[in-house]
């Protein structure tokens, strides 16, 4: 992988009391299983957020699509005695 990529270093402390007897078997478990811990938790908050963002698009196109104006269909209105006429200046 790229050095390039935002990232940073991530540095552990062990203390001898932190590896003596059976806790050694659970320390080095920890430190080798670590990579995979960060990158589960990264890949599943990525794949979160993505979604939010599908569902916030989603959204918003539906608001879009309830804003959109009719075609324009002249008017045919009616005077008082029945007689009906489309008005000039609504010509499409």
């Known amino acids: 992988q790229s050095l390039a990529a ?4 991530v540095s552990f ?3 001898t009391r932190h590896v003596t ?3 050694l078997e659970t320390a ?3 430190m080798l299983s670590f990579y ?3 990158s ?3 890949k599943c908050s990525k794949a979160f957020w993505h979604s939010r963002m ?8 539906k608001a879009l699509n309830r804003c959109k104006a009719e075609p ?3 008017l045919e209105k009616k005077t008082f005695s029945g007689r009906t006429f489309v008005r000039k200046d609504q010509d499409p």
């Open 13 to 15: 402390v062990l203390f």
């Open 21 to 23: 007897g059976a806790k």
């Open 28 to 30: 080095v478990w920890n």
């Open 72 to 74: 324009f269909e002249p």
């Open 40 to 42: 589960f938790h990264i």
């Open 54 to 61: 599908r569902l916030r698009t989603e959204s918003l196109l």
């Open 6 to 9: 935002n990232g940073g270093f």
């Open 36 to 38: 995979a811990f960060i």
